[in-house]
């Protein structure tokens, strides 16, 4: 009988690699879902309905750049940073008003340039575009990690995956911030040392600088004397001028341009470990009070791991390793980092101190009995996957000619508009996306355009009881029926959509209640995917006639 021939080809990494191409597939499917028809990828950036400041810059208040708010929140720091971003002229009276400490935050000014410049100077395309950097500079870094971490083995996979999939990582991808970035900048700046270009290396650490001010720690990985000699000193003196020197110039001309505030000093920094200690205190109290599935258990699980990158790091001593000396330096940050860094959940602590999670993972010694401490040093990957699902916004989907519902200059589109008041927060499952209503409510179709359009327009209702529901748009009924616990169909073919709002009623002959499977919600009936097909241009009604 002839050898049965092995279903895969002769290559002992074949696997390895496939699993490497599926998590880069994984990540990029992952990130398609972050995608908003009419506003991109500013998701993202986690612009807030409730600002800390007065306004935001011209291009992003009423009527202009189509963008994403997050209801009743103060977004985050990405806000800010993307709004420089879209012109960064500091001088610029408009944006002193719209960042909270401009001379802060425009410390970090380096993807705030990158973006306006890929964008050529338009603001449109540079909000997308900063929205984006951390999506384009994980690829990147999931690239240059293949340097210490290439596909030959199951070890080399899970610290790759570990650093990848760690929460800080997520977490700047999330929200656009720029942590992941400026670990792509010190990975590849170690790279560029380990490869006899020290001086490239040196210069590398310069721009790094100007991506996040802590980025500097890790010049030490660069500028290290290679030899002990007068020589050798002496260029090691001057590398490390070459690093810090950007970032000096640049602070200096920003005391110039825009002043100085100390407004996000005060609680970055405390006496070593008071803060961490602090940290431990609460999430203990947190886990005791509200027990296993609070988000205090993600904090024990991340307070194990940076402790575990630490101890490693601090008790095992490789002075000649330019990854141990980045890992080290930011060992020395953790200690140093106050409150203002470790409270609330996630935290920043995870995403500031990424460049000591990849020098734990490189430096790690492979073999069986180092692979508890690598699990202990990961375990921020459990729940990373939080910070990465999907926004549940779908609510409509819109089809059609492009030009007929979307304003191309500013994005923004025909769109179903969902009151809080009179609906829940959209849900979603693999194949339905839906909104319930409390009761009686509104839905508004609003027309951006100039012009009218026509529209099919259909959905599906759905109840827990059997109920009435009427659709009307002011006195004329556009639907009328029942709905029961299967989905009832409706469709309202030419719907003329006039320029700005068209208000639809949905009522019901029944109160709210609550379902019989445990929700605490009183609920009248639910809205399921409602789709809005923009069929053509409408004519303009006919001017009155004037008798003589």
Not at 299 to 313: D, G, R
Not at 318 to 333: D, F, I, S, T
Not at 343 to 357: N, Q
């Amino acid at each position: 009988m002839a050898s049965l021939k092995p279903f895969f080809p002769r290559n002992p990494y074949l696997l390895h690699r496939l699993a490497y191409a599926a998590t880069v597939g994984l990540f990029l499917w992952v990130c398609t879902q972050f995608y908003i028809p009419g506003k991109g990828f500013t998701y993202l950036i986690r612009f807030g309905t409730q600002h800390n400041v007065p306004a935001v810059i011209p291009a992003l208040g009423p009527g202009a750049i189509n963008h994403y708010e997050e209801e009743d929140s103060y977004g985050y720091d990405a806000q800010y940073y993307a709004q420089i971003a879209m012109r960064p002229w500091l001088g610029n009276p408009a944006l002193k008003r719209a960042v909270d400490s401009l001379p802060y935050r425009a410390r970090r000014i380096l993807f705030a340039w990158t973006a306006y410049g890929l964008a050529l100077g338009d603001p449109s395309r540079a909000l997308q575009i900063y929205a984006v950097q951390n999506i384009v500079c994980w690829l990147a870094l999931a690239a240059l990690m293949l340097r210490w971490f290439p596909p030959v083995n199951w070890g080399n996979f899970a610290r790759w995956f570990g650093v990848l999939f760690s929460s800080g990582l997520c977490l700047s991808v999330r929200g656009s911030l720029v942590d992941g970035p400026s670990l792509l900048l010190i990975a590849a700046a170690v790279a560029l040392a380990e490869t006899g270009r020290p001086w490239w290396s040196a210069a590398m650490m310069g721009v790094a600088g100007l991506g996040r001010e802590t980025n500097i720690l890790a010049a030490g990985a660069p500028v290290w004397p290679a030899a002990p000699t007068v020589k050798a000193w002496a260029a090691f003196v001057l590398r490390g001028v070459l690093a810090i020197l950007p970032l000096a110039l640049w602070l200096y001309v920003l005391r110039w341009w825009v002043g100085s505030d100390g407004m996000h000093a005060g609680n970055n920094f405390a006496w070593p470990f008071r803060a961490y200690y602090t940290k431990w205190v609460n999430t203990i109290g947190q886990l005791k009070s509200e027990g296993v599935g609070s988000v205090a258990q993600w904090s024990v699980l991340m307070l194990v791991a940076l402790t575990a990158q630490w101890l490693f790091l601090v008790l095992r001593p490789r002075w000649q390793e330019p990854w141990w000396r980045v890992g080290v330096a930011y060992a020395v940050l953790m200690a140093a980092l106050g409150d203002a860094v470790w409270e609330g959940y996630p935290g920043a602590a995870s995403r500031v101190l990424l460049p000591m999670a990849l020098a734990f993972n490189i430096l790690v010694p492979r073999g069986p009995r180092w692979w508890l401490l690598l699990l202990l040093g990961n375990l921020t990957v459990v729940f990373s996957s939080d910070f990465l699902k999907p926004p549940g916004r779908e609510d409509y989907h819109i089809s059609g000619a492009r030009e007929l519902y979307m304003i191309a200059k500013t994005g923004h589109t025909v769109e179903a508009i969902f009151s809080d008041k009179e609906w829940f927060l959209p849900e979603r499952s693999r194949f339905d996306y839906w909104r319930w209503s409390r009761g009686n409510a509104s839905l508004t179709l609003h027309n951006p355009q100039a012009f009218p359009v026509m529209a099919d327009i259909s959905f599906d209702l759905k109840s827990n009881d059997e109920r009435h529901v009427t659709v009307s748009a002011g006195e004329r009924v556009l639907w009328s029926g029942d709905t029961v616990r299967t989905l009832r169909g409706v469709k309202v073919p030419n719907v003329r959509l006039d320029p700005g709002d068209t208000v639809w009623r949905l009522e019901t002959d029944q109160d709210a209640e609550f379902p019989p499977n445990g929700d605490l919600r009183k609920v009248a009936f639910s809205l399921r995917n409602l789709e809005i097909k923009v069929t053509r241009r409408a004519e303009a009604p006919a001017a009155p006639t004037v008798k003589p």
